[in-house]
């Protein structure tokens, strides 16, 4: 696919998918999403790489919906909301349930879709000078209503309800507070935090195992108490199975680096 709405590169073991309309503030349209989708299917399939970077072109992360793109869905009947909002809600789910640790890197705002794509990544930095959060959608009638299943299970329903209510933006320090983000760092150090991290998880996890855990996560949930201990007891049994396990097995017994 020929990207018009984002951009990819891939630096050793890291994929980086860039929103790149940063005359538009990076915001979203069906477009966009679609481009996502297919960068993110794309870096799960790539065997070599090992962590996804998500970020924005220019001074914003995202700042949302398109307008053009939000007055023509105003103009669609039910069927056509329908399949655009499940385009969306894959998107999300896509990125919440990818095989490979996703690390949004977040200088400026991050209002409504754009907060959303921040809560489905497992980790996110933020810049302490620029970067905003808000779910912001209640200002013109609309609601988060796909990345509220997400923001509940990330930050608990109290905290999501303030948010999502009241449509106010906070700061990255409060972002980091509540959980809504990992680590809030300086504007100026915030690419080699990313780049630290990325490196770190890349060199010094299986991929086998980190594949797992985001599938124990996705599956846990909607478990009752007996039954998610089963499931636990038996994907602890399988992952002893695994290559990753008798190499990693291995080398900690010989006392030796592992090599991923």
Not at 142 to 161: H, N, Q, Y
Request: hydrophobic content about 40%; glycine content about 6%.
């Amino acid at each position: 696919m020929d990207y018009t709405r984002i951009a990819v590169d891939t630096s050793g073991r890291t994929c980086t998918i860039t929103l790149n309309r940063p005359e538009k503030r990076n915001a979203l349209d069906d477009v966009t999403i679609t481009e996502l989708r297919e960068a993110f299917s794309n870096a799960e399939r790539a065997e070599e790489l090992r962590v996804v970077v998500l970020t924005g072109a220019g001074s914003s992360f995202c700042a949302g919906a398109d307008i053009d793109y939000l007055s023509k869905l105003s103009t669609y009947g039910f069927d056509q909301n329908k399949e655009d909002s499940l385009n969306q809600m894959k998107l999300f789910s896509q990125i919440y349930t990818l095989r490979k640790p996703v690390i949004a890197k977040v200088r400026g705002p991050a209002i409504a879709g754009g907060c959303g794509l921040v809560t489905v990544c497992d980790f996110s930095f933020a810049a302490e000078e620029s970067a905003r959060f808000a779910y912001s959608e209640v200002h013109i009638g609309f609601l988060p209503a796909i990345v509220l299943v997400f923001l509940i299970k990330r930050i608990g329903e109290g905290r999501a309800r303030e948010l999502v209510l009241s449509g106010r933006s906070i700061g990255a320090k409060e972002a980091e507070r509540i959980g809504l983000v990992t680590k809030c760092v300086p504007e100026n150090s915030l690419d080699s935090a990313v780049d630290s991290l990325a490196q770190e998880i890349a060199d010094k996890n299986s991929p086998q195992s980190m594949a797992l855990c985001k599938e124990m996560f996705t599956k846990l949930d909607g478990l009752n108490f007996v039954d998610a201990l089963e499931y636990a007891a038996n994907m602890n049994a399988l992952t002893r199975m695994t290559d990753d396990f008798k190499k990693g097995l291995q080398g900690f017994l010989k006392k030796e680096r592992i090599s991923w």
